[in-house]
Each structure stands twice: as C-alpha cells, then as structure tokens.
C-alpha cells in the first residue's frame, strides 16, 4: 500500500531531474515521485518516461499543458497523491537545493515525532544557506522574519519549500481557496495549516543553492510574498469562518 510520494514540479530541469530522482530512490526509506512538469520544452518530461521504464512502480509523471505558477503544479500534485491515497506527501525542487537524504529527517519528524507539518528549515539554527549572495540571503532571510511578525506562526523559515505534510492536513485545506502562486503559496499553505490547528516543526538543513539549470525566482513573486501575507493575516481575521 502507497505511503510516502515525493512531489517534484519541473519545468527546463532537464540537466538535475535524473540524478534527483535515483538519489531519492537510493534512500533507506522507500519513496515514490510524482514528478509534475509544466511542457518543458527542454525534454524533462520525456527523461522521466526514459526513468519509469526502469521504476514502473514508483516514478509517476503529471504532465500539465499550462505553466501557471509553482503553487498551481504543486495543487495538481496534492491532489493526485491524495487519489492515490499516500499518507505522507512530500515537496522537494528538482535542483538539488533541497538535500534527498533529508527527505527521513522530514519522515520521521511526522511518523516518529507527530507533527502534522514538518519544515525543512533553513533558519531554526542560524543561516543555513550555500552559494547565495549576501543580499539574497538578507532578503529570504527579512522574508521570514517579516512573515513570523505579521502572522504569529512560531515559524523561522516561512517561505521554506521542502516539507513534509500528513495527508490529514491536505485533506483538511480548500486548494480551490489558495490565492497564491510564488513564495507567498509556501507561506499561506502554512498559515492555513497552522490556523487550522496542525503541528508544525521545523527540521534544520542546509540549503545548497542549483549549480545546473536557471532559478525560475523573479521579482513579481518577492512582491506577491511581501503584500499576500498581510491579505492573509486580515482574513484570518475578519473572515474567519471562510478562510479555510
């Protein structure tokens, strides 16, 4: 019976997402991967059909006609989990920023330890960032801290992109009422969570910034983080009842 999945969104990672998927099947614990590519026109999605020849049972491949934003392919990969009933559903970039062998660590800070949310975070211990400039580092780092400020999470690293959720947590969330799609989605799956009264840890990691492929980052999604959680945070408010 299906437990954990591992959700991979791609687009153009054509050079990391061989090397990403037999590091996570390399793993003492067994993991599946859905991989969820967005048409890349580089041939990520035809690598990975290559790929299930050789793991028929555990790579899965959702390929989606429309790129519309890392939040979107991440909701179509919730959702396909949770039809195939997987109790521990996993989110990881394809570029190696986000270290396999800490997909366990995530695993058992839900199995072993109950947390409904398990975060791998690059700030609970310091600044745990590699190859970052000085002044990215700052801003995802203010990011963080500015989002704890505002909405009370006791989160150090709200923007982190490498959890582990209980299937009882997505199953509790509206994705039809998830408004965001960049950084600002991390944040508010978080926040949903949180107010819906799950547990959250935070497991300390290294984050290793890509050495193959080009960051999708770009300055609309900065701004959708600063100004969404404030949205956030008023409707968590006055709209208590529809918020979830």
């Given at each position: 019976m299906p437990e954990r999945i591992v959700i991979i969104p791609t687009y153009n990672e054509i050079e990391n997402i061989e090397r990403i998927i037999r590091n996570v099947f390399s793993q003492d614990v067994a993991f599946h991967i859905l991989v969820v590519d967005d048409s890349s026109p580089d041939g990520t999605a035809v690598k990975v059909k290559a790929l299930q020849q050789e793991y028929p049972e555990r790579l899965n491949l959702l390929v989606r006609t429309t790129k519309n934003g890392l939040g979107r392919a991440y909701i179509a990969g919730f959702k396909w989990a949770l039809e195939h009933n997987y109790d521990y559903i996993f989110e990881m970039d394809a570029d190696y920023s986000h270290n396999p062998n800490d997909l366990i660590r995530l695993y058992n800070a839900c199995f072993k330890h109950g947390a409904d949310l398990s975060i791998g975070?690059?700030?609970?211990?310091?600044?745990?960032?590699?190859?970052?400039?000085?002044?990215?580092?700052?801003?995802?780092?203010?990011?963080?801290?500015?989002?704890?400020?505002?909405?009370?999470?006791?989160?150090c690293d709200t923007t982190a992109g490498f959890v582990c959720y209980r299937k009882s947590v997505l199953e509790k969330i509206n994705f039809d009422k998830i408004k965001f799609v960049g950084y600002a989605f991390q944040i508010e799956m978080k926040y949903k969570a949180y107010t819906l009264g799950f547990n959250l840890k935070e497991v300390p990691i290294v984050f290793t910034d890509r050495t193959k492929g080009e960051s999708k980052m770009d300055k609309r999604i900065i701004w959708e983080a600063v100004l969404g959680v404030i949205n956030l945070k008023l409707k968590s408010i006055f709209f208590k009842q529809k918020f979830n």
């Open positions: 975070s690059r700030y609970i211990n310091g600044v745990n960032v590699v190859n970052w400039p000085m002044n990215r580092v700052m801003l995802s780092w203010l990011a963080s801290w500015y989002v704890k400020l505002i909405t009370q999470m006791p989160i």
